[in-house]
């Protein structure tokens, strides 16, 4: 085997290490590492500890593995939502091209729906800049989104009413989240605005849970009859998208063969 090969091989070994580690539910000990690999004791020994020396991984108080001090580094210096936005970009441009109409990312603040992407519709008559505008989460789909899938709590008591279609006490609400749960995405027909609708899906992150909503709006009239075939479409767009916030998992198989 090539020096270039076998170069390769311990990196793509020292990545699966990382990637085992950082896709972990808790810290995972040195025995747990290494039945997971299946790596020869030796050899994985070196490597933790060069994955430790390079900030990548290091140890708890009880020793066990965790991620490191760089990957906590790159995070206090980027926008927590810089690295979502990114990867939904090439997402949102395709289903702005495939449907025409506005495309928006939000995600949770506190108690409050914060778009943090647009794609802009295609039409003359598409929808405004939402990305500087407070909405509040239950008439939009994006929020009914974060409400359905528990992101944000649903208040007891009456909501605010903005059109006659609001949906204005929390028990109504709650009831749309569970339709909403049920057919996977959900929808708003004038409850913003009259003659605005919207539909709009979860996407899932790293541990499985809902990190953000992906939805379309525009004119009732276009979408009233496209409501099924774009919460399919925006489903299919989630899933992928949730599927790169995964990461890819360890290629184990590459690690299978013992190495002193």
């Known amino acids: ?133 407070e909405v509040p989460a239950h008439v939009s789909a994006l929020g009914k989104v974060l409400h359905a899938w528990h992101v944000l709590h649903v208040a007891d008591g009456p909501l605010e009413r903005l059109t006659p279609a609001t949906l204005a006490d929390a028990a109504a609400l709650r009831r749309e989240s569970a339709r909403t749960r049920e057919r996977g995405w959900a929808v708003t027909t004038d409850e913003l605005e009259i003659g605005l609708s919207g539909v709009a899906v979860p996407v899932h992150g790293p541990r499985g849970d809902v990190v953000a909503a992906l939805g379309v709006s525009g004119p009732t009239p276009r979408l009233e009859e496209r409501v099924d075939e774009l919460g399919r479409s925006l489903l299919d767009h989630a899933a992928a998208l949730s599927a790169l916030l995964r990461g890819p998992a360890p290629h184990l198989s590459r690690a299978q063969e013992v190495v002193a």
């Open 1 to 133: 085997m090539t020096e270039s090969a076998t170069g390769t091989r311990a990196l793509d070994r020292a990545a699966d290490l990382v990637a085992t580690v950082v896709h972990a539910d808790e810290p995972l000990t040195f025995a747990d590492i290494q039945d997971a690999s299946g790596l020869a004791k030796s050899t994985t020994s070196r490597m933790l500890s060069s994955l430790e020396r390079s900030g990548l991984l290091e140890r708890d108080a009880a020793g066990s593995y965790v991620a490191g001090r760089l990957f906590w580094l790159y995070a206090a210096r980027h926008d927590p939502w810089d690295d979502l936005v990114r990867l939904a970009r090439p997402a949102m441009d395709a289903i702005g091209e495939a449907t025409g109409e506005t495309v928006h990312l939000s995600v949770a603040r506190g108690d409050r729906v914060v778009q943090v992407a647009q794609v802009d519709s295609t039409y003359l008559l598409g929808t405004r800049d939402w990305t500087d505008v």
